[in-house]
């Protein structure tokens, strides 16, 4: 199996970050240093993790907002929000919702096939999935600075009341069109970007450039998983 590399791997390079292969070729950064101390950095500052490798589908279609509210179960706000999955064994899979015809998944793609079928098990073919995990980079803004560093980067309303825990919008991150998507780790505060891989390393620079004097720190996979993620 080929290597695949996510459009950070130069600048993680650059940092010595270590690597380690998944069983699904990509080579994403392990630690930059020691992971107990990048997990310090994400709770007392802030911690800038990479989830470009994750598997991302768009769904459209008119029997999309059944199909959601069958899975998630019922009552869900089809409005902008990010949902876990209602399911349990989902953990770390998410549906940002941005209209009762739009939205899109975010997970592992060990659980692509076995969601993708659950959905189109519920409404078979009334809305499609675009697979975006080679167009779209990601990254994982998290620790009690992170809206103090975003408030830097986006003209957006990123304080609680207006933009609180399982929101998710579009919004220009320094003109690059991004998909952000609040979604806080237990007390953490914490953010998700989307955006195109053709400005990831661009937005790494802003990111760090930003956060530079607030202590924004590269994390690995190994300190995500001291912070409660199993994002492999």
């Not at 998630?72 to 349990?88: E, I, N, Q």
């Not at 899979?93 to 015809?101: E, L, M, N």
């Amino acid at each position: 199996m080929a290597k695949r590399l996510s459009p950070f791997h130069h600048k993680h390079a650059g940092l010595a970050a270590k690597f380690a292969v998944n069983e699904f070729g990509w080579a994403t950064a392990e630690q930059f240093i020691d992971p107990v101390k990048e997990k310090e950095a994400a709770e007392r500052k802030i911690g800038i993790v990479d989830l470009s490798y994750l598997t991302k589908l768009t769904l459209n279609g008119p029997g999309l907002a059944r199909a959601i509210s069958e899975l998630y179960g019922s009552g869900v706000d089809l409005k902008a929000r990010l949902l876990p999955s209602g399911r349990g064994q989902y953990k770390d899979a998410w549906c940002a919702i941005f209209t009762k015809d739009e939205a899109m998944l975010v997970l592992r793609e060990a659980l692509k096939e076995q969601v993708t079928k659950e959905l189109s098990a519920i409404q078979p073919d009334h809305f499609t999935f675009t697979d975006m995990s080679s167009v779209l980079a990601g990254c994982y803004i998290i620790g009690r600075n992170s809206r103090g560093l975003l408030q830097k980067l986006t003209e957006l309303n990123v304080n609680a009341g207006e933009f609180p825990n399982l929101s998710v919008t579009h919004t220009p991150l320094r003109h690059v069109p991004t998909i952000l998507l609040r979604n806080d780790i237990g007390i953490l505060l914490a953010y998700q970007l989307y955006f195109e891989r053709a400005y990831a390393e661009f937005v790494w620079d802003i990111i760090f450039e930003a956060g530079k004097e607030m202590g924004a720190t590269p994390v690995g996979t190994s300190a995500t998983k001291l912070l409660g993620l199993n994002l492999r």
